[in-house]
């Protein structure tokens, strides 16, 4: 069974690509993770401050081993202060 998560990150007007430097290292070492099937992010055509990002873990465990490590937990903490609001995150499974 394959677990999918979506979550988006609005950033403070204007702080997209501050917070975009952040996000592109993440996605390289994050596909070789153990139970990452997909992993990417994707900027609004809309809006610069906006991202989404898609991925595909083989289920929960790898995905909560992959959020507590320290590359997503670096991140966040240099990201987090450059939203506008909480991240917005869904995990999403097939029915």
Do not use: K
């Not at 996605?27 to 997909?38: L, M, S, V």
């Not at 909560?64 to 670096?74: E, L, M």
Request: one cysteine or more; a negative charge; proline letters at 6%.
């Amino acid at each position: 069974m394959s677990l999918f998560t979506v979550a988006h990150f609005h950033c403070l007007p204007g702080r997209g690509a501050e917070v975009e430097a952040h996000l592109a290292p993440l996605i390289e070492p994050t596909a070789t993770e153990n139970g990452c099937a997909f992993y990417r992010y994707f900027r609004d055509s809309t809006d610069d401050d906006h991202f989404v990002f898609w991925e595909e873990w083989r289920d929960d465990a790898s995905l909560d081993v992959h959020i507590a490590g320290p590359r997503v937990q670096s991140m966040l903490e240099a990201v987090l202060p450059l939203l506008a609001e909480p991240i917005a995150a869904y995990r999403l499974s097939l029915r």
